[in-house]
């Protein structure tokens, strides 16, 4: 009703005005989430970049495995500095296993699969399949 | 650890009302362990993209302050398609009690994970006051 009410106005309907909000808003930062690792996902057109923080984990603690389409982190921390009885001040840092798996929207090369660990932050490269990548078709002129 | 894993959201440090960072970028809280043995206090501290060289630690007046800086961002090509935490720097203070030896305050750095040793002096071991119940 309020829709049709609006839309006599054309471009004034607010409906339509709050949803493209939301949509564009959902789309800077998901964060509700209540999965761990958290991860940033950088793309360009035939490669994503997966980030996480793990500090203080080196390379050998995180298991990487992909399979067709989604990637799979695993790892854990444990916390060096153990201490007997009542010493701790605060205890605010993450310590345990975690195991997220990321869907990615093509087939992954599992060939190219790419990883470093710089200052506790992993960096995975993950390159799409060839065989997946759209094909270019030349329009002839006649 | 889907329990836990609210908490483990990074927080933005607050700054007093009205006053602005020079630096444009967000600024968070790490998370910390502080734990306390007998004859030492060890800060533990999660900073990951931060090392050595981008670390600054100050003490002054008892106040301990802990700066992070990272450098971030991905070179062109590359867009965010998805982004579930935040990138900036770091910023955490501790009021520290008198009895820390200033002078042997020692700070290592391994995989984004600072970890502070302040041994404690020794005048301040000794002055530990035993208290007896009265009867």
Same mark, same amino acid.
Request: aromatic share 6%; net charge negative.
């Given at each position: 009703?309020?829709?049709?009410? !609006?839309?006599?106005?054309?471009?004034?309907?607010?409906?339509?005005?709050?949803?493209?909000?939301?949509?564009?808003?959902?789309?800077?930062?998901?964060?509700?989430?209540?999965?761990?690792?958290?991860?940033?996902?950088?793309?360009?057109?035939? #490669?994503?970049?997966?980030?996480?923080?793990?500090? $203080?984990?080196?390379?050998?603690?995180?298991?990487?495995?992909?399979? $067709?389409?989604?990637?799979?982190?695993?790892?854990?921390?444990?916390?060096?500095?153990?201490?007997?009885?009542?010493?701790?001040?605060?205890?605010?840092?993450?310590?345990?296993? !975690?195991?997220?798996?990321?869907?990615?929207?093509?087939?992954?090369?599992?060939? #190219?699969?790419?990883?470093?660990?710089?200052?506790?932050?992993?960096?995975?490269?993950?390159?799409?399949?060839?065989?997946?990548?759209? #094909?270019?078709?030349?329009? #002839? !002129?006649? | 650890?889907?329990?836990?894993?609210?908490?483990?959201?990074?927080?933005?440090?607050?700054?007093?009302? &009205?006053?602005?960072?020079?630096?444009?970028?967000?600024?968070?809280?790490?998370?910390?362990?502080?734990?306390?043995?007998?004859?030492?206090?060890?800060?533990?501290?999660?900073?990951? &993209?931060?090392?050595?060289?981008?670390?600054?630690?100050?003490?002054?007046?008892?106040?301990?302050?802990?700066? &992070?800086?990272?450098?971030?961002?991905?070179?062109?090509?590359?867009?965010?398609?998805?982004?579930?935490?935040?990138?900036?720097?770091?910023?955490?203070?501790?009021?520290?009690?008198?009895?820390?030896?200033?002078?042997?305050?020692?700070?290592?750095?391994?995989? &984004?994970?600072?970890?502070?040793?302040?041994?404690?002096?020794?005048?301040?071991?000794?002055?530990?006051?035993?208290?007896?119940?009265?009867?």
């Amino acid at each position: 009703m309020l829709r049709t009410d !609006f839309s006599r106005f054309g471009l004034l309907d607010p409906w339509r005005t709050i949803e493209r909000l939301n949509r564009a808003a959902s789309g800077m930062l998901a964060q509700s989430t209540s999965e761990f690792p958290a991860v940033n996902v950088w793309a360009d057109s035939d #490669k994503a970049i997966i980030t996480s923080e793990l500090p $203080g984990m080196s390379a050998e603690e995180v298991d990487i495995a992909v399979n $067709g389409k989604s990637i799979t982190l695993r790892g854990s921390r444990k916390l060096e500095d153990a201490c007997e009885g009542e010493c701790y001040h605060r205890q605010e840092r993450w310590h345990g296993q !975690f195991t997220r798996t990321i869907d990615l929207p093509y087939l992954i090369d599992t060939e #190219k699969v790419e990883a470093r660990f710089t200052k506790g932050v992993l960096q995975v490269t993950v390159p799409r399949a060839e065989a997946d990548k759209p #094909k270019k078709i030349a329009v #002839k !002129f006649e | 650890m889907t329990e836990s894993a609210r908490d483990i959201t990074k927080k933005e440090a607050a700054t007093p009302e &009205g006053v602005e960072r020079t630096r444009p970028h967000k600024v968070y809280t790490p998370s910390v362990d502080i734990l306390e043995r007998k004859d030492e206090i060890v800060v533990t501290a999660d900073l990951p &993209g931060v090392d050595e060289n981008s670390l600054d630690i100050n003490l002054e007046k008892n106040v301990l302050t802990i700066n &992070g800086r990272v450098e971030s961002e991905m070179p062109e090509p590359y867009r965010m398609a998805y982004a579930e935490y935040g990138v900036g720097d770091y910023q955490r203070a501790f009021t520290l009690s008198d009895e820390v030896d200033k002078e042997r305050i020692h700070a290592t750095m391994k995989n &984004g994970v600072l970890r502070l040793v302040m041994p404690k002096a020794t005048a301040a071991k000794a002055r530990k006051i035993a208290v007896t119940a009265e009867s």
